[in-house]
């Protein structure tokens, strides 16, 4: 069906108009608040022991997630684009759990096996604490950011088939000499987006981590988390805004290289 012009100028005003009501507009409005009292009064508040505390933090738990992620979910989404197994639909649902499952309910779930009382919790009898530590924050990140690289590879692995593996193995490869020189540089552009993808709702996530960690500034608290302990707890409206662009700075470095990836990803397929 061919739309008229009157009908597509419609419908872009309506789309412009829908993000500058629910994009533009509230990002505007948080940059006005963080520099309305200049540069250096926003600079003060983000380089505040909190706040740096708060970035090293957010920055160590995406060090951590990433490597994980990767891991589990090449050889996942090897296991359901090369495998067939009973139970594959199952580890099929099981992938987009996360994005079904409200992150505050992975917080509970976390407690409930691996707090005190819990199925796990005698662990902490041993020194190591999960719930309300470091660990219990990196497995709610975990598994909220789970599907993303799965969902990245998986795709790639269906559209390049079997042919150059089965040659490598035809002419003497192991598994693994197929996997790193025939594989891995096929999927490398979706496994790069997936991991980015990764970056990006690790450094966002809230809901998950807060059920899980103790929330005491200087020693577990994210940037999310401190952006709503400035404006909740502390009523520093005005800090709440600087840790807030902080993290959409973050934020925009990822989508920046989101861009980047994927428009060298289109050129690369071209020239092929």
Not at 42 to 49: A, C, E, K, L, N
Not at 111 to 132: A, P, Q, T
Not at 200 to 213: D, P, Q, T
Request: glycine content about 10%.
């Amino acid at each position: 069906m061919r739309l008229s012009t009157k009908s597509v100028l419609g419908l872009r005003t309506i789309a412009l108009v829908y993000l500058f009501l629910l994009l533009v507009l509230p990002i505007a409005i948080i940059l006005y608040r963080s520099f309305e009292r200049g540069l250096g009064e926003f600079w003060s508040w983000i380089t505040t022991p909190a706040a740096i505390s708060a970035l090293q933090l957010s920055l160590l738990i995406v060090a951590i997630v990433v490597p994980l992620n990767v891991i589990f979910g090449v050889f996942t989404a090897l296991a359901l684009a090369r495998g067939t197994f009973r139970g594959k639909a199952a580890l099929q649902a099981a992938v987009d759990l996360p994005f079904a499952v409200s992150p505050v309910v992975v917080g509970v779930a976390l407690i409930m096996l691996w707090g005190v009382g819990g199925w796990f919790g005698g662990i902490e009898s041993l020194g190591f604490r999960v719930i309300f530590g470091l660990p219990g924050m990196v497995l709610a990140t975990v598994f909220v950011t789970l599907p993303f690289v799965v969902r990245e590879v998986e795709p790639v692995l269906h559209e390049i088939g079997t042919e150059q593996e089965q040659a490598a193995a035809t002419l003497g490869a192991n598994g693994w000499q197929t996997f790193w020189r025939i594989t891995l540089p096929a999927i490398r552009w979706g496994l790069t987006y997936g991991v980015v993808l990764t970056v990006a709702r690790a450094l966002g996530e809230y809901g998950a981590v807060l059920m899980v960690s103790s929330n005491f500034p200087g020693i577990s608290q994210t940037l999310t988390l401190l952006v709503s302990s400035r404006n909740h707890d502390d009523y520093n409206t005005f800090g709440a805004y600087a840790a807030a662009t902080l993290l959409m700075g973050l934020a925009l470095v990822t989508l920046v290289v989101m861009t980047l990836l994927e428009a060298t990803r289109r050129r690369n397929r071209d020239d092929d």
